[in-house]
Structures are given as structure tokens and as C-alpha cells.
């Protein structure tokens, strides 16, 4: 399997029990996560030698955030420990047509205030096949993005594959912002990832006739603005998760990806949800797993779409199937039938 490096922020996320709202609440559920977090738990899960990069405070909260991935078998040898805070945001469940939402405090927190000489790339990326990175890292400020910036282009020159997911966050900056940041570290990005949200927000694309809101997609609005940002761009490949939400309880879950030459739309699963969190991150890592395993993008979008279909049914940021559970359901067993 593959050496995969993932770098960005890992959160201590604190939830409601169930689905209690937060002016119900006296006590939290704690999990830990984050956007390249979560991928590196699902490509160690995968059997990838999985490394996450980021920054954490020397004290036992930051040792419980590296421990958290430790316990998946995620490798943080490489790991800064420094600064002062750990990344934390709230999370409220929603349920039927209430939707979750999340509370962010994580201003000044240690990986936002990191420098690129926290790290040393060129033993970091020595052997890697490939760098995983979004867009919520170099929303975090200009620190961020140029360890991000730094980190991209020590992975080129050791000639690894990097790949995004576009994952704008507007709690975190202005599209203006984004738009100007991301568009000049495409140049460095082979896989782009991102929903119809991403790729307005972070690359000035929009889609034309869509309202996920509403349940509706058209996919003719997604095939021109990839046509787009291939030509704009040159990415090797495209691909975007496709939900489809009928209420915070119940969405249709798919995936269109593009070659250049191609469209390819995946099978279309029902969910019913018990944590959508994580859901676009375990998509994320699929696809990568299987543009990695497989050598065709058809494949590995169909391993994507079952493995984050499944990841749903988790609760928290970490996506727990192992690779036989999802190319059992992306072959066809989506019965819920008990394993004995």
C-alpha cells in the first residue's frame, strides 16, 4: 500500500447527547476530528501508511488528539507539539427538517499559528505517493496558508500527487478571500474535489439549475463547470459528492466524476442518517483509496460513494469501514442483514 500524507487541523468536537439542542444540554459527548484527519483514519483503515500533519499543544489535551489517531492506525511521527490551544467546535444534531449545527472556537489554535519550519518536508515526503489537503487549512489565516503553500511545493518536487477538496467554510472566511488563495494553490493540485458550494465559493464556477434543498440535481450544471476547471486548470481528475436532502434525516447519496474526456455518475444510495460529519472527508479517502488500488476512476468513485454512504451510519468525524465493507456494498449487499 501506499504512503499518503494528509495535513491540516485536528478539533476536539464537542456533541449534544442525541439529539438534544444546546440550551438543552449539561454535559457533551467528545470525539475528535477534522477534514484531512478524518482521511487519514479512513486510508489507515484501508491499510495506506497514513501520515497526518498538523500542530498540537504539548499538554494531555493535544496527547488525546494524537492518541485519538493513533488508535486507527494513523502514523503522527511527524506532528509538531507547541501553541497554545487545541481546535475545538460544538455540534448539534439535528433531526428531520431541523438541521445540525456547529460552533466553531479555534482562533489562535497551535496549527493555525504554525510556521513552515515546524516541519521538515523533505523527510516527510520522502517515498510519499501522494498529499491530501483542504480548504478549510489555508482558511485559518496567512500562517496557514504558507505552511499549506510551502508544504505543496516540497511535494511536487518530490513528484507526489496532491489532491483537494475544495470544503469551504463560511464561518471561516469571504468567497473574495477564498477565491484568491485557492485559485493560486490549484496549480499545484492533480484531484480536485468539491460539491456545487466549492466550487462557487473557492473558484468562482457556479452550476447552473440547482437546488440541493430542494432534492433537485442537475447534473448538466455540474458537467459544464468541470469542463471549466479542467480547462482552467488541467486536473487530472474531478469528482464531487452529490447529496440529495430530503431532510437532516434523510438524504440521496452519489457522485459524478470527470476525466477530461469522460463523465462517469456512481450508483445512488438512500441513507438514513445517524452523523452526516465526516461524511465529504470519508469520500474524500475512497477515492483516493481507489484511484490508488484500482488504477481506474470509474471504480474508485463507486468505492468512494459506498465507503461515505456508510460513514453516515458512524457516529463522529472518523469513518470506521474497513475495505471489504465497502466494496461489499458497492457490490451490490446493501441489506443491513446481521454478519454471523
Not at 442525541?18 to 483514519?41: I, L, M, P, W
Not at 490551544?85 to 444534531?93: A, C, K, P
Not at 450544471?221 to 468541470?226: A, E, P
Request: glycine fraction near 10%.
Amino acid at each position: 500500500m501506499a504512503k499518503v500524507v494528509t495535513m491540516g487541523e485536528i478539533m476536539l468536537r464537542l456533541s449534544t447527547n442525541g439529539f438534544k439542542r444546546f440550551t438543552q444540554s449539561d454535559n457533551f459527548d467528545v470525539v475528535y476530528g477534522g477534514g484531512e484527519a478524518n482521511v487519514a483514519v479512513s486510508l489507515a483503515n484501508y491499510g495506506h501508511d497514513a501520515y497526518f500533519l498538523t500542530k498540537l499543544p504539548a499538554h494531555e489535551i493535544g496527547t488525546c488528539a494524537v492518541n485519538s489517531l493513533r488508535q486507527f492506525g494513523v502514523k503522527t511521527d511527524f506532528i509538531a507539539r507547541g501553541g497554545d490551544r487545541v481546535g475545538i467546535y460544538f455540534l448539534e444534531t439535528g433531526a428531520s427538517m431541523r438541521p445540525s449545527k456547529v460552533i466553531y472556537d479555534r482562533a489562535h489554535s497551535a496549527i493555525a499559528e504554525a510556521k513552515p519550519e515546524d516541519f521538515n518536508f523533505d523527510e516527510i515526503f520522502e517515498d510519499a505517493e501522494w498529499f491530501h489537503f483542504t480548504g478549510i487549512t489555508p482558511a485559518l489565516g496567512k500562517d496557514a496558508q504558507k505552511l499549506i503553500l510551502t508544504a505543496l511545493t516540497a511535494a511536487k518536487a518530490h513528484g507526489v500527487t496532491v489532491s483537494v477538496d475544495l470544503n469551504y467554510r463560511k464561518k471561516l472566511w469571504t468567497p473574495q478571500q477564498a477565491r484568491k488563495c485557492m485559485t493560486e494553490l490549484m496549480q499545484y493540485v492533480d484531484v480536485c474535489i468539491g460539491n456545487e458550494e466549492d466550487a462557487e465559493k473557492c473558484l468562482g464556477f457556479k452550476p447552473a439549475q440547482t437546488d440541493v434543498t430542494a432534492g433537485d440535481l442537475k447534473l448538466d450544471g455540474y458537467k459544464d463547470i468541470f469542463k471549466r476547471m479542467h480547462e482552467q486548470f488541467g486536473f487530472k481528475y474531478i469528482a464531487t459528492s452529490l447529496r440529495e436532502s430530503y431532510s437532516a434525516s434523510d438524504n440521496g447519496w452519489s457522485a459524478l466524476a470527470y476525466d477530461g474526456n469522460e463523465f462517469y455518475s456512481s450508483k445512488k444510495y438512500d441513507i438514513r442518517i445517524v452523523d452526516r460529519v465526516g461524511g465529504g472527508d470519508s469520500f474524500s479517502g475512497g477515492f483516493i483509496h481507489g484511484l490508488l488500488k484500482y488504477n481506474d476512476y470509474k471504480k474508485a468513485l463507486e468505492f468512494a460513494v459506498a465507503a461515505s454512504a456508510l460513514k453516515h451510519t458512524i457516529p463522529g468525524d472518523f469513518n470506521l469501514v474497513s475495505e471489504s465493507e465497502a466494496e461489499s456494498l458497492m457490490n451490490g449487499d446493501a441489506s443491513g442483514r446481521v454478519q454471523r
